[in-house]
């Protein structure tokens, strides 16, 4: 069992950055080997993938968010992070990190002027 705690969300402006941070309590050598992913859901949407990584450092992104966010891992740290940059209104939503089937409980992310 994984729990999963978000943070770094809040307001932004259109263009702006944030990095979100997850952090992972629990066995280490378990967060070693499972991928790690970012998730969104805005208000009267489905949740929908942002970003994965796997174990051995391997990405993938949504269409929507390519080249403007990154995700990386520390796993000495058991952490998982979402660099966001040139944010968009379109970015505003909850943003959950998962991993093993484990669902953090979410940070808000709002992007507005």
């Known amino acids: 069992q994984v729990q999963l705690v978000e943070s770094g969300g809040g307001l932004v402006q259109p263009g702006g950055s944030l990095r979100l941070s997850c952090a992972a309590s629990g066995s280490i050598f378990i967060f070693n080997l499972y991928a790690m992913g970012w998730y969104r859901q805005a208000p009267g949407k489905q949740r929908e993938v942002v970003a994965t990584i796997t174990s051995g450092g391997g990405t993938n992104y949504a269409d929507s968010v390519k080249g403007r966010f990154t995700i990386s891992r520390d796993n000495a740290k058991k952490t998982v992070y979402l660099q966001m940059n040139s944010l968009k209104p379109e970015d505003t939503a909850v943003y959950y990190c998962?991993?093993?089937?484990?669902w953090g409980q979410g940070t808000q992310v709002t992007v507005s002027s």
């Open positions: 998962t991993c093993m089937g484990s």
